[in-house]
């Protein structure tokens, strides 16, 4: 590799790597898809995930696959099922390195984007956390990388990493994998014949039939769920919950919010880089007929941002796939700003010296973003397990194992129900009614029920224990 590959290869894996198993896992995600992984691994079944010990079939199985090798590999630690996610932030940034310079720009420019996308606040922490979306977001990459080269020249290798790219963003996220893309790549083949006043048959039929090719690990997956849980379950992952989270019918998925919600979320949605984003968008809109380059970083933005809105279902995280266009926009306008610094390095006043050192402050910019990250992941990280962590929860359950006592979970939520399995490495038993509750307890006095809510627990039961997660208290019961 070269120097400046070298260099964003070292800074993107300290970013992503350092510190990344010294805090346990935190929020609804981490806890659910690492139950889920630990649950795959215990029970040696790698084809249906499940939650707690019913089917989970919301995403097909890519980082569960991975974060359960993962386990059998190092053992069922946070660090070992943050491994995927962090890998995949690091392949991204490389790609966009390589892709960039293979495309024609510059060292810096594509240096600048790689470290751009490796420094954005969203990415990085969620290529930090367990979850599929660091995956997804590869997969677009690659999908939409290897197209855009493919239109400037077609090559097996294009075509090779195109569907590989989504194989790999449909076997994170099914069918919402193939829209991310695809939209994409509808909107720029379509600004492409409207300019050219021409519509090339082959440019559409091209990606259309690699699209094919990288569907067939997803089918193949979809055939075996078939043979082990019926039409219902590949309904499931195919509609249930991805057309369903886009036209609202899958009300179990939440998360549903009005059509300015994205908007509202702009000005963080890319930190801390934002104003390079957004200036560069500005400065470039009337270069986009000229320059097909611009064009399609333009559309990968805007294109996913209005399906995004469409859809019902709305999270932040979503938008991580946009990041990396949003990081060639944003090096791109800082070369802009770069050159015209370069132009006042005369001049006497503050932009005169700013400009005579303008490398200097741009490297102590970058430095002190990556120094705030990583005293981020040493301290804040860890310190917010005081709050978060569903491990001394977990380790109460132990304990009262140990002393003989039998544990349930009553209407255990994603969260605790994916981090019991994940901690204790065991299916604890699910009590889903006020009657199964109490006839749990009723059987023995050593039967004690985990569960949740906002008021303790009135009689008949008996409040051994409550433990706060968060903002959700937990209360360990009896009768």
């Known amino acids: 590799m070269s120097r400046p590959a070298t260099s964003l290869f070292l800074l993107a894996a300290l970013l992503f790597f350092f510190a990344l198993g010294n805090h346990q896992l935190q929020g609804s995600t981490e806890a659910r898809v690492a139950g889920i992984a630990m649950q795959m691994h215990l029970d040696n079944d790698w084809v249906t995930p499940r939650l707690f010990g019913e089917p989970f079939l919301e995403k097909p199985p890519l980082s569960l696959w991975l974060d359960a090798g993962a386990i059998r590999a190092f053992g069922g630690t946070p660090w070992a099922v943050r491994l995927a996610s962090a890998f995949a932030g690091l392949f991204s940034v490389m790609l966009l390195y390589a892709m960039l310079r293979r495309i024609g720009r510059s060292k810096a420019i594509a240096w600048t984007a790689g470290i751009f996308l490796a420094t954005m606040a969203s990415y990085w922490s969620n290529v930090r956390g367990v979850g599929e979306d660091a995956l997804l977001a590869l997969g677009v990459t690659l999908a939409l990388l290897a197209f855009f080269q493919g239109q400037r020249q077609s090559t097996p290798g294009n075509a090779l990493l195109f569907a590989s790219g989504i194989a790999i963003a449909t076997l994170s996220k099914g069918v919402l994998g193939l829209a991310m893309p695809g939209v994409v790549i509808f ?247 006020e009657a199964q509750l109490h006839e749990f307890l009723a059987a023995s006095p050593t039967n004690v029920a985990v569960m949740s809510g906002e008021i303790e627990p009135a009689a008949p039961l008996k409040v051994l224990k409550s433990m706060k997660v968060g903002r959700q208290a937990y209360y360990f019961v009896n009768q």
């Open 187 to 433: 909107a720029y083949l379509l600004a492409e014949t409207l300019m050219d006043r021409r519509l090339k048959i082959h440019d559409w039929l091209r990606p259309g039939l690699l699209t094919l090719a990288g569907l067939i690990p997803l089918m193949i997956w979809l055939a075996v769920l078939y043979q082990h849980g019926g039409a219902q379950a590949v309904g499931e992952v195919l509609l249930t919950n991805s057309v369903g989270r886009f036209s609202g019918s899958f009300v179990e998925a939440g998360h549903y919010e009005p059509y300015y919600y994205y908007l509202a979320k702009l000005p963080q949605a890319f930190l801390p880089w934002n104003i390079l984003v957004y200036l560069g968008l500005w400065h470039f809109r009337k270069r986009l007929m000229a320059n097909r380059y611009l064009l399609f970083f333009t559309l990968w933005i805007v294109a996913q941002f209005v399906m995004l809105t469409l859809a019902s279902s709305k999270r932040t995280v979503y938008l991580m796939s946009m990041t990396p266009a949003a990081a060639v926009i944003a090096a791109e306008y800082a070369g802009v700003l770069f050159e015209r610094l370069k132009m006042r390095e005369g001049a006497s006043n503050l932009l005169g010296h700013i400009a005579r050192h303008r490398r200097g402050a741009a490297v102590g910019v970058i430095a002190l973003v990556i120094g705030s990250y990583l005293a981020a992941a040493q301290w804040a990280l860890p310190h917010a397990d005081r709050k978060l962590s569903f491990l001394p929860l977990t380790a109460q359950i132990q304990t009262m194992q140990a002393n003989g006592q039998h544990i349930a979970l009553f209407q255990a939520n994603e969260r605790v129900g994916g981090a019991s399995v994940f901690y204790t490495r065991q299916v604890l038993k699910g009590l889903n009614t």
